[in-house]
């Protein structure tokens, strides 16, 4: 089945700066690969999402880019800010096994 | 809000005890799903729901049961839980299930914190 692994686990970086987070995932068919914010106290949101037919999609200061050949993509957060601070969760689906499967989330902390 | 509503927020609860949770969605969302979320742990799949037929039991303990009378209802009923099953359970759901490369975005709720004493 499909296995997802996302680095870091924590990042800390200065307002202004830009994060990127990684993940790789292992089945070759999945063509889905959101990406979830969850701020303390509240569910995972969906911030951005991308399929397997586009290599890279933005959003403002928000862009994921994808690789399928080498089976990874990343977010990537511009000008961050401090309400930029939360877990961040990447996903993948749409290969043997249809749900979603998560990575284990990344910590991201902005320091004004 | 996040157009799916969880409650209780919080519950405690001891070994022996029953519990209840609760979601609904309020999107017109036809599948819905129950995750377990622990510490540095990747969200866990519990249950999936389409149009009120359970589609997926991932190997759940009998102790966690599902129930679904609705497609905008989903409980999940606890008993004689373990210490171990304290977590943050969150409700979720989906214009249609993920499958065959058909894939709908997953809206979650705020969640329960369940502790077990």
Known sequence: GENVEQHPSTLSVQEGDSAVIKCTYSDSASNYFPWYKQELGKGPQLIIDIRSNVGEKKDQ?????LNK???HFSLHITETQPED???YFCAASGGSQGN????????????? | ETGVTQTPRHLVMGMTNKKSLKCEQHLGHNAMYWYKQSAKKPLELMFVYNFKEQTENNSVPSRFSPECPNSSHLFLHLHTLQPEDSALYLCASSQEINVGGLNSPLHFGNG???TVT
Do not use: D, E, H, N
């Open chain 1, 61 to 65: 200061r928000i862009a994921v880019t």
């Open chain 2, 112 to 114: 329960t914190r369940l």
């Open chain 1, 100 to 112: 979603l499967i998560f990575g284990k989330g990344t910590k991201l902390s902005v320091k004004p």
């Open chain 1, 85 to 87: 601070s939360a877990v």
């Open chain 1, 69 to 71: 050949t080498a089976k």
